[in-house]
């Protein structure tokens, strides 16, 4: 296997490559075919090939800094965008990239620290910016647990979880049987059900359990979750003198992998 840096390396010779390549040529936009293929090919190149190589061996953070600047690649090329855009999005990246590489040299990771790999949500999420997202959060619940960060660890695995029904939702070609399910959140003035874009973690975890997404013992335990994010608020938890600790955090990473699991079932 490749070093994490000889990773970093191989895209930076794409990037620069790609950055010659719009060196030539005059034209404002970038319209031909063989070149908006060609610029769509590097940033999937990061998304497919690199990044999944870095995962678990480099911080999710600096990886999530480099994904945002290949993703507004892709972006442009879903429209007639100026060969501007397109340079400056690749300098952002080489910059990125080369910031990436030097964090690999002169910070290396403390030892006894290994995250686990995430599963494959190519499942959920055809998108690869959206997979690198959600790789990006896997990776992050397990920083803050090997931090110490309790209650951040639980605030990020609620948002991630989130983010997974959310997913599996919007895998529905027919949404009907969302708006059918007694879990349904109904709009008490108009008396129809809410925008899904409108929901929180407890309706999706309710509708979920009543379409076969989750267990029922998983449902209980998600809405213990869901009430332990919900810490996130200062005032509720002092209110309630809630304080998370270890044992706390591992337990609930131990239910936010399972519910992954269910959901890409």
Partial sequence: MDSPVDIVESALKEVDAARTSLAIGSARQITQAATLDYLKSVAYAWFKSHR??????????????????????LDATDKASARTTY????????????????????APRPPGVELSPPPDFSRLAADPVMRSILDARWDECQVCLHAGAHLAATVMMGGFLEALFVARANQLSEKGPLFRAKGTPIDQRTKKAVPLSEWTLRHYIDVGHEL???????????????????YVHPEKQRSH?????????????????????QLLT
């Fill in 87 to 106: 340079k400056q999005a690749l300098n952002d990246a080489k910059a990125a990239l080369i910031e990436l590489r030097s964090g690999m040299l002169t």
């Fill in 212 to 230: 076969g997404w989750i267990s029922r013992s998983g449902k209980d335990v998600a809405a213990v979750l869901r009430d332990y994010r919900n």
């Fill in 52 to 73: 999944p190589q870095l995962q678990g061996r480099v911080p999710a953070t600096e990886l999530g800094a480099v994904d945002d600047h290949f993703a507004r690649v």
């Fill in 241 to 261: 003198g809630v304080t998370l600790n270890a044992y706390d955090s591992s337990m609930f990473w131990e239910v936010t992998k399972s519910l992954a699991q």
